[in-house]
């Protein structure tokens, strides 16, 4: 992209060639850091609907590109996301920075979407990074025909990990990608896994969960698969130009965001509609990342369960990770389809 990065961060890593960030308008004390990394075909403005929420509750979010959108696999944008990781502690120590200081270098996560979510599995499972929690958003392993083999959920450092998907995903089906890597991940690991009803690929890329994958890329009118196709065609043509083009990266299809923050959705906490998908992660980034035990009960309660969960599954209560004594565990309300 030939985009300026935001100001205040002073350089950008080959790796990660544009970067936008949301810091909390006010806050007093340390802040944490979550780190966003997209998809295939997807400019980090894609998922820049979570950045402001995430903002709004006192995170600062950053949601970065990489260098080819195209192909770039998961491992790429594992290196890519921990490169913005290292920046923003950067950030925090340069003392003409606006964030001088104010990072909470003992809180920092980071979420993926697509492969970009598979990127991020491989980021828990690095040794040394330093994070304290993960959230993949519809995660992949890659190509069908030859997937990403370094997306191993069995080797996560006990890295906390959020898995978040939908249930109508024809692009990553759940049970051949984000239901298969929680049930991968080792069982002392703290673990959720989350699947939206009626969710498709594109559900999860703001908080809102309104959004259909048929938002990143011009499509004719209509659902199902004849629609996919079409959306297929517009994801093609984007790429022959991004790949002719570097700048065309930013096209209408690739770079923009596909939900918004500011809905009465978005802000819902559970159990509420789609928007409860916010609220889900947002406790997961406040029970590692602000270290707030209350929203381990939230997680956990059946009672609690949004009602948009198709299936909703976790070993928070048997598995005490780095913020409290364990107790019995589970799953949330059962499973729902």
């Known amino acids: ?49 979570w950045g402001p929420f995430l903002a709004s509750h006192g995170i600062v979010a950053v949601t970065i590109g990489t260098m080819d959108p195209i192909r770039d696999m998961p491992y790429h944008r594992s290196v890519a ?4 990781v290292a920046a923003m502690k950067g950030e925090n120590a340069r003392s003409d920075s606006p964030l001088c ?16 979510g598979g990127g991020v599995v491989i980021a828990a499972a690095k040794e040394d990074t330093g994070l304290k929690c993960v959230v993949a958003l519809t995660p992949s392993y890659g190509g069908k025909i030859v997937p990403d083999i370094r997306v191993c959920p069995e080797g996560n450092q006990g890295v906390p990990i959020m ?29 959720l896994y989350f699947e939206l009803s009626g969710g498709d690929h ?28 079409c959306c297929c065609l517009g994801g093609f043509l984007c790429c022959c130009l991004a790949a002719w083009a570097p700048s065309m990266q930013c096209c209408w299809g690739i770079g923009q965001p596909t939900a918004t923050y500011d809905s009465p959705e978005a802000r819902a906490q559970p ?3 789609p928007g409860a998908i916010g609220g889900v992660v947002l406790a997961w980034l406040k029970l590692w990342l602000g270290r707030d035990e209350r929203y381990r009960a939230l997680l956990t309660d059946p009672s609690a369960r949004p009602a948009c969960a198709a299936h909703m599954e ?5 598995v005490s990770g780095k913020n409290s004594p364990a107790g019995p565990g589970g799953e949330v309300g059962g499973g729902g389809g």
């Not at 996301?81 to 913005?84: K, Y």
């Open 81 to 84: 996301v921990l490169d913005a």
């Open 1 to 49: 992209s030939d985009e300026p990065p935001s100001p205040g961060l002073t350089s950008v890593s080959p790796t990660t060639p544009t970067r936008q960030l949301d810091p909390p308008s006010a806050s007093s004390g340390s802040l944490p850091v979550v780190c966003i990394v997209p998809g295939w075909i997807c400019a980090e403005r894609c998922l820049g609907a």
């Open 101 to 116: 200081g104010r990072l909470d270098e003992e809180a920092f996560g980071v979420m993926g979407y697509s492969l970009g």
């Open 271 to 273: 159990p509420g509609g």
């Open 163 to 191: 898995f978040l998907t939908g249930d109508k995903d024809e692009q990553a089906p759940p049970e051949e990608h984000g239901k298969l890597m929680y049930d991968s991940t080792p069982a002392p690991t703290p673990k």
């Open 202 to 229: 594109g559900a999860v890329d703001g908080p809102a969960g309104t959004h259909t994958v048929h938002h990143l890329v011009p499509c004719c009118p209509g659902e199902g698969r004849g629609g996919g196709k």
């Open 314 to 318: 976790t070993n928070l209560s048997s």
